[in-house]
């Protein structure tokens, strides 16, 4: 499940063990993704408070359609396949609607947001690119044509975190090797109005 020791939900204790109890989904899974931290709960703590902050809390304004879809396609960009098929299978949860999910998935593999997105939704998606994969060269420029192309400041926040977040998760999995064996794929804590909920379902 990874190259790192991990603790499963009935050998975990202590500080572990509560936090296991606040992010399992059914039959006590704990996703790998969250497990590789077992050996430093702390790290695990605040991963999921990054987590839900950025694409599962009710103070987001953009739809979390997008920000998932987002996810997935920085989740690409890194050749990270367990964050994209996690992600992805949230993604079609979410739209409810195969084809159009599969259409999203095709663009993401074919890098032609374009044929997916409109202007203003593909413009975020460009941004994501440049900020994971030439992040040293993103200018104030690149903050003033998400604004020209309707996003408030809030909203591109929203992005930014969105986009740092997956780099960061990205890494965190691939570097650990953590594969998605054992997990149910595209559970997530759905209780947006609740930041201390972060039950997968």
């Given at each position: 499940?990874?190259?790192?020791?991990?603790?499963?939900?009935?050998?975990a204790e202590g500080k572990l063990k509560s936090l296991y109890k606040r992010v399992k989904g059914p039959d006590n899974n704990v996703d790998n993704v969250l497990k590789i931290h077992?050996?430093?709960?702390?790290?695990?703590?605040?991963?999921?408070?990054?987590?839900?902050?950025?694409?599962?809390?009710?103070?987001?304004?953009?739809?979390?359609?997008?920000?998932?879809?987002?996810?997935?396609?920085?989740?690409?960009?890194?050749?990270?396949e367990y964050c994209l098929d996690h992600h992805f299978a949230g993604l079609q949860r979410l739209l409810n609607d195969d084809a159009k999910s599969n259409q999203f998935l095709e663009?993401?593999?074919?890098?032609?947001?374009?044929?997916?997105?409109?202007?203003?939704?593909?413009?975020?998606?460009?941004?994501?690119?440049?900020?994971?994969?030439?992040?040293?060269?993103?200018?104030?420029?690149?903050?003033?044509?998400?604004?020209?192309?309707?996003?408030?400041?809030?909203?591109?926040?929203?992005?930014?975190?969105?986009?740092?977040?997956?780099?960061?998760?990205?890494?965190?999995?691939?570097?650990?090797?953590?594969?998605?064996?054992?997990?149910?794929?595209?559970?997530?804590?759905?209780?947006?109005?609740?930041?201390?909920?972060?039950?997968?379902?």
């Amino acid at each position: 499940m990874s190259w790192i020791k991990t603790i499963d939900f009935d050998k975990a204790e202590g500080k572990l063990k509560s936090l296991y109890k606040r992010v399992k989904g059914p039959d006590n899974n704990v996703d790998n993704v969250l497990k590789i931290h077992s050996l430093r709960p702390h790290t695990l703590e605040g991963h999921m408070v990054l987590y839900k902050a950025v694409l599962h809390h009710s103070g987001n304004t953009l739809p979390k359609w997008y920000l998932e879809a987002l996810g997935c396609y920085v989740s690409h960009l890194n050749n990270c396949e367990y964050c994209l098929d996690h992600h992805f299978a949230g993604l079609q949860r979410l739209l409810n609607d195969d084809a159009k999910s599969n259409q999203f998935l095709e663009a993401v593999k074919n890098d032609a947001l374009d044929s997916f997105f409109d202007v203003k939704h593909n413009d975020g998606a460009a941004y994501a690119k440049k900020l994971t994969m030439n992040v040293q060269s993103i200018i104030e420029e690149d903050f003033a044509a998400l604004k020209k192309s309707g996003f408030t400041e809030g909203e591109i926040l929203e992005i930014n975190q969105v986009v740092s977040y997956f780099n960061y998760v990205n890494r965190s999995v691939i570097g650990l090797g953590a594969s998605t064996k054992g997990d149910i794929l595209g559970l997530s804590p759905n209780q947006n109005d609740d930041p201390d909920n972060w039950g997968h379902s």
